[in-house]
């Protein structure tokens, strides 16, 4: 009732809340949510993922929003949840796919208008499609996401610095490290903020031992390569199509972007990433 877990054999590779976790009692009841992945962890059970962090309690694990949005002549945010004008939820389970050396889940989401006269109006329907496999040792999880209009009116994605596919970080990893955050160009944070990497690696110590997780956007997404939004201190990242120019998403025109997450314990180079990035195994269904 509270989620879907994907185990390899006894150990957590990650979990999906259909329901707000016990963490969501803890704050303003405006930062609860559904429809995210969290914990994500290591093959050795290291969580590389962040909840309800007391600097961002609106950061959810792995997670999807955009941020500065227009539809029907109103202004939802979808990002930042304090602001009450929209809301992200999951809605209905679509498959479990389990055993074998693949398995998920699809999941259905549905994104709401909190300013609307009349009550919450649904804006999208939001599809996202999990797959898990261990590859050499490492975590492999695929997530494709489908964004169609749930009426007949669009929504505008604003130009904006900030909004997308993200990652949240423990905050274990609040503290400065040189490398927390890396581009494939072998930029840092500062460097590497808005601009459009093939890939992004957030890493560092946990419980003693390196762990990390890489973000490799899918070469098809639209307006690829996306830029990147890099927390200057905080650990998280987000791909951002926006950032130069605003978007529509019309009805009858889905929004679909695919992102593979590897997940690691100790190091990985950018050769084991890039092979990776070139599809070391698929996961599609």
């Not at 669009?154 to 890396?182: F, K, N």
């Not at 098809?220 to 390569?225: E, I, S």
């Not at 997450?261 to 990433?273: K, N, Q, R, W």
Request: net charge negative.
């Amino acid at each position: 009732e509270e989620g879907i877990e994907v185990r390899n054999g006894e150990a957590l590779v990650l979990r999906y809340r259909k329901t707000p976790s016990a963490d969501a009692a803890k704050n303003d009841p405006l930062y609860g949510r559904t429809g995210y992945i969290h914990p994500l962890c290591t093959p050795s059970g290291k969580v590389v993922t962040g909840d309800y962090e007391p600097d961002h309690p609106h950061q959810h694990g792995l997670f999807f929003a955009w941020t500065k949005t227009t539809f029907d002549g109103r202004t939802p945010e979808f990002w930042n949840q304090k602001q009450g004008s929209g809301r992200i939820s999951y809605v209905r389970t679509l498959a479990i796919h389990s055993g074998g050396e693949i398995c998920g889940f699809d999941v259905m989401h549905r994104y709401e208008d909190l300013t609307a006269a009349g009550g919450a109006e649904a804006v999208l329907e939001e599809i996202w499609e999990v797959r898990a496999a261990l590859v050499e040792g490492r975590y492999q999880i695929d997530l494709h996401l489908v964004q169609r209009c749930a009426g007949n009116k669009p929504l505008t994605i604003e130009r904006y610095h900030y909004g997308g596919m993200a990652i949240r970080g423990p905050s274990s990893w609040l503290g400065e490290e040189p490398d927390r955050i890396v581009t494939s160009e072998g930029n840092n944070r500062i460097a590497g903020n808005h601009s459009r990497p093939a890939w992004v690696k957030m890493s560092g110590e946990i419980e003693g031992s390196r762990c990390g997780v890489v973000a490799i956007p899918g070469k098809d997404n639209f307006r690829a390569p996306q830029w990147v939004r890099l927390h200057p201190s905080k650990p998280y990242f987000v791909f951002s199509p926006m950032v130069e120019a605003p978007f529509l998403i019309h009805p009858g025109t889905p929004y679909d972007s695919r992102f593979r997450f590897l997940v690691y314990d100790g190091e990985v180079g950018s050769e084991v990433i890039q092979s990776f990035a070139e599809g070391k195994r698929e996961t599609k269904p």
